[in-house]
């Protein structure tokens, strides 16, 4: 009988590290737009575009992350690293005045950047090739960033509604200093020997090599600062990259042999379908927040509701349907009824449609201060989380099962990146829901969101029926081979 397989030492410290670096992140990403409206009075469409162009970029570093922790600085200097850039960009928040306030985002997605990929990275590294160990840590990984969500929305908008906004954003900081700590606690006692280590000659290199690679992070912040302040950047710039990408990825699959050839094309066919859903996903963080903060009924009970505690739902709800919906794809699978990675995508994109679809409905049952009642924002989350269910970790799946094997770590990466531009694009989805706040009471508000939220109905379930129409074509193709 064999014994139980005990998961790497480090396992605990990465666990911690990874919940209180997504604290930290969401409790920004959580509160950011609520506070260009509030605090700078930026209007709803200069706060959208900033959001989306940070976004953006926040799942567009960990490419540039990654390759330099592969090529120069290793997992644990780069985690070191960006947890560094990170704790100084939160605190760069609490700074008044908004040219800081560039400075300290263009900061935190460097850390991003650097932090993101590479913790990952660290904990594959600490399985062996084939350990059957591997997926279930890495699902003991996945709820440490789902409890730092839970935390960070639980715990952000009490503190910033008792103390500022300020004190919010230190909390974040805070959270950061606890991930640094936890991590070098980590790396004293937690065994975080990689499989691949540098030979002494490659230390020396790294010396030599360290002051010019943070000279070139610092440099990389004061770049990125100018771009979060130019609209052209989130307006063109970023989108015509988008379509430079998209034509890559295609030519890419059109060089492949056969069978690669076509379920490359398949493969491309779901990343761009989950720039779709994610720029509907990113929505609670950009016109749905808002809407909450303005047009929700926040009181239960005589507790007021922090806005920021609603986005806590989808965390909430991952936890509860994760194991559910694991068991049920894998007992479908057993009896050969398992959809295909694409029905999956499409029953997501339905899914996430549905639930701005509640909200949109939510806007005709108002209270006589013409505030929705909460629960419906309870029921529109828990239809946007299970599409989440059926799209996220689908997807990540499909990459490897659908790349061909030299190109998985790319196509990974593009995966990332399409989550990125979907970050992108719900800046500019969430342009139909602008309206000019304070000078529109919350009557003249309802119907802006309610026909912003059809419109996103409409997108989700359009793109749907175009990618059931490329599935049943694919289909065919593929089985004619």
């Known amino acids: 009988m064999t014994s139980l397989r005990r998961h790497p030492k480090a396992l605990p410290y990465l666990f911690l590290t990874e919940m209180w670096e997504r604290f930290g992140f969401y409790v920004v990403q959580g509160m950011l737009v ?34 330099l922790a592969d090529a120069f600085l290793g997992f644990k200097n780069a985690i070191l690293w960006g947890g560094i850039f990170l ?3 939160y605190a760069m928040l609490t700074l008044p005045g908004y040219r800081d306030f560039y400075l300290a985002l263009a900061t935190i997605i460097v850390g991003t950047g650097l932090f993101k990929p590479n913790i990952s990275s660290l904990l594959g590294a600490l399985y062996s090739q084939g350990d059957s160990g591997r997926d279930s840590g890495f699902t003991i990984f996945y709820i440490g960033i789902n409890l730092g969500v839970l935390l960070s929305g639980l715990s952000s908008g009490a503190i ?18 606890i991930a640094l700590i936890t991590f070098w606690v980590g790396v004293k006692w937690g065994d975080m020997k990689c499989n691949v280590l540098p030979t002494l000659l490659e230390k020396k290199a790294l010396l030599l090599r360290k002051p010019f690679l943070f000279a070139y992070c610092i440099l990389s912040v004061g770049v990125i600062s100018l771009l979060l302040q130019n609209k052209v950047v989130g307006d063109w710039v970023l989108p015509i990259v988008g379509v430079f990408l998209l034509f890559f990825v295609f030519i890419l699959a059109h060089r492949q042999e056969e069978p690669y050839r076509k379920r490359l094309f398949m493969l491309n066919f779901l990343i761009i379908s989950s720039i779709v859903f994610w720029a509907i996903f990113w929505q609670m963080f950009f016109s749905a927040n808002l809407f909450i903060d303005r047009l929700v009924d926040k009181t239960v009970w005589g507790w007021n509701i922090p806005t920021t505690a609603f986005y806590t739902l989808e965390s909430i709800f991952i936890i509860l349907l ?3 919906l694991a068991w049920s794809w894998h007992t479908l699978s057993e ?11 499409i029953l997501a994109i339905i899914s996430v449609g549905l639930g701005f679809a509640v909200l949109a409905f939510s806007t005709y049952f108002h209270n006589e201060a013409n505030l929705v009642n909460p629960l419906w924002i309870v029921l529109a989350y828990f239809l946007i989380t299970v599409g989440e269910m ?12 659908l790349s061909p094997p030299h190109l998985t770590g790319m196509m990974m990466g593009v995966w990332f990146v399409a989550l990125g531009f979907g970050g992108l694009f719900a800046g500019m989805l969430a342009k139909l829901s602008s309206v000019s706040g304070a000078a529109q009471d919350a009557l003249a508000q309802l119907p802006v969101y309610r026909h912003a939220f059809l419109d996103y109905t409409y997108l989700a379930l359009g793109i749907a029926v175009i990618l059931f129409i490329l599935h049943m074509a694919l289909r065919k193709m593929l089985q004619e081979d």
């Open 160 to 177: 910033k509604n008792h103390f500022g906004w300020h004190a919010g954003f230190a909390l974040a900081s805070l959270g950061l200093v």
């Open 322 to 324: 994760g194991p559910a």
């Open 87 to 89: 704790i100084a960009g």
């Open 34 to 67: 609520l506070y260009m409206t509030k605090a700078f009075g930026f209007s709803d469409d200069q706060s959208y575009t900033i959001l989306g162009v940070f976004t953006a970029l926040a799942y567009i570093a960990p490419m540039i992350g990654g390759f």
């Open 390 to 401: 059926m799209l996220s970790p689908i997807g990540l799946s499909a990459v490897t099962m």
């Open 335 to 345: 009896s050969n009824r398992n959809p295909s990675p694409m029905l999956k995508f």
